[in-house]
């Protein structure tokens, strides 16, 4: 295969510090140019700064083997990088581009590259910056996006968490008797249906479509296992209104399942389930709304509490830990005053409103859910170095993370924690990933196989009819 040469743009060393080593055999350039923008974002406090930091550590690694400006191998079968200044350059820019803006300058790099190159050698622009792409193509230079962190080719091949399995009537009636019933390997292969750990089943009956059954596969050798009862094992007054919420609450109050995501349109419940489930496996939450929730739900939450404490460690959980990206929907506010818990709350505040539905409209809710230890607030910007032991945590709008800040979420799950990740990837807001390259998206396909974890995709909306319509619409 023919040698090819890249050229970097700064936007692939802020979304992947390591890309260097990930071309093979190919030659790298980095204008000067990169550099400077790099270095801008050196400061920032999340995966973008970490990224940048990084990758000027590779840098300064690699300088040590040799000249950047002349060249220096990467590592054995690797390529060599080299960074070329911008009065190296020689090619002109159509009039039509103004020359010094980063993007131009980074344009105008590869262009006398891809000049001064053999005409046997291909020149490619690396960019993840989607108007870079365009305009190198207006002017006759080959570009490409940055693709490796993507895991699925698109969002159609996602991963759901369910399928639909056609059996003889028969079956059907089994399952429903309590007889023990079994999907192998060969059945699902004639069926053309993918099986993976913790895969919810939709046994739909030959004779009869509308004669259906639910059930949760785990592997070929065990029989697919019933749902959870939600009518008797859920008290806080949240109950599933569709299949795959109930998919979902088996996941939720699973001991055995450590890892939930859940994903699905606006007002499709996703937060609310995690939050219901949460509260339900909580010591402390029983403590505090005993009074409460005894008058609201006519219901003995004190035996509920006896029954969690006598529970098998594991089941319970000490508390809720609860945090999202702080990614705006368009143009920022500025900085937030207070203490970190202040900064954080208008960015929970969906938070509080799936909270407030649950218990009961209290203004002060909030405040005395924190102040009782039932619920703590994260700063994804510190959770690093943490170890969460015993807590049950939810990640709401997961879909504005990136691989690196997922797996970093994760990797702080101690004995005793379940982790749960919520959000739409239809809504991202987060320039550094798409549909295909988020964290929550990354956790769905690298997990689907493990029988820790498990998926649910929501498909209906249930918020209200408006939002639910306007899901659809626009």
């Known amino acids: 295969m023919a040698k090819k040469t890249y050229v970097i743009d700064t936007s692939v060393f802020l979304s992947d510090f390591s890309c260097i080593n990930k071309f093979d055999n190919n030659d790298i350039v980095i ?14 406090q999340d995966s973008v700064g970490s990224n940048a930091r990084s990758f000027i550590r590779i840098l300064d690694s690699l300088r040590e083997k040799g000249s950047l400006q002349k060249g220096v191998r990467i590592d054995k079968g690797k390529g060599i990088v080299s960074v070329v200044t911008y009065d190296s350059v020689s090619e002109k820019l159509p009039k039509d581009l103004t020359s010094g803006v980063a993007d131009h300058m980074i344009l105008e790099t590869a262009m006398t590259v891809k000049a001064t190159s053999p005409k046997s050698r291909k020149v490619i622009l690396v960019s993840r910056d989607i108007n870079l792409r365009v305009i190198a193509d207006a002017v006759g230079m080959l570009s490409q996006d940055y693709l490796v962190s993507q895991v699925v080719e698109d969002t159609d091949k996602l991963y759901s968490g369910m399928a639909t399995v056609l059996v003889d009537d028969e079956l059907v009636d089994q399952f429903y008797s309590g007889e023990n019933i079994f999907i192998t390997k060969e059945f699902a292969a004639e069926q053309k249906v993918a099986l993976y750990p913790n895969i919810f089943l939709m046994l739909v009956s030959s004779y009869n479509e509308k004669k259906t059954a639910l059930c949760r596969y785990y592997n070929c050798n065990e029989p697919v296992d019933r749902l959870l009862d939600c009518k008797n094992n859920l008290n806080w007054g949240v109950q599933p209104r569709n299949k795959e919420q109930t998919f979902a609450f088996d996941l939720l109050m699973d001991p055995d399942i450590h890892l939930v995501t859940l994903t699905g349109q606006a007002g499709s419940g996703k937060t ?21 929730l005894d008058t609201k739900h006519k219901l003995e939450v004190s035996k509920r509490y006896n029954t969690i404490e006598d529970e098998e460690e594991g089941i319970a959980f000490n508390k809720m830990v609860v945090s999202r990206p702080v990614q705006p929907m368009g143009k920022d506010i500025g900085f937030l005053p207070g203490t970190m818990e202040e900064k954080m709350m208008p960015w929970l505040k969906p938070i509080q409103d799936n909270i407030q539905f649950i218990v009961g409209n209290d203004k002060i809710i909030m405040e005395q859910l924190m102040e009782s230890g039932a619920i703590e607030l994260e700063a994804l910007t510190y959770i690093r170095g943490r170890s969460i032991s015993n807590s049950f945590i939810i990640v709401d709008e997961a879909q504005n993370l990136t691989a690196h800040e997922v797996k970093t979420i994760i990797t702080r799950a101690g004995e005793g924690t379940k982790v749960v990740l919520t959000g739409d990837i239809e809504q991202i807001d987060n320039v550094y990933t798409n549909e295909t390259s988020n964290g929550l998206t990354y956790a769905i396909e690298k997990f689907k196989d493990s029988v820790i974890a498990g998926h649910v995709s929501f498909k209906k909306g249930e918020r209200s009819r408006l939002a639910t319509e306007a899901a659809k619409r626009l």
Do not use: Y
């Open 272 to 292: 609310l389930c995690a939050i219901a489930a949460g509260m339900e496996q909580s010591v402390t939450f029983g403590k505090m709304f005993n009074n409460k």
């Open 31 to 44: 204008p000067l140019k990169v550099l400077e923008e790099v270095d801008k974002h050196k400061k920032r």
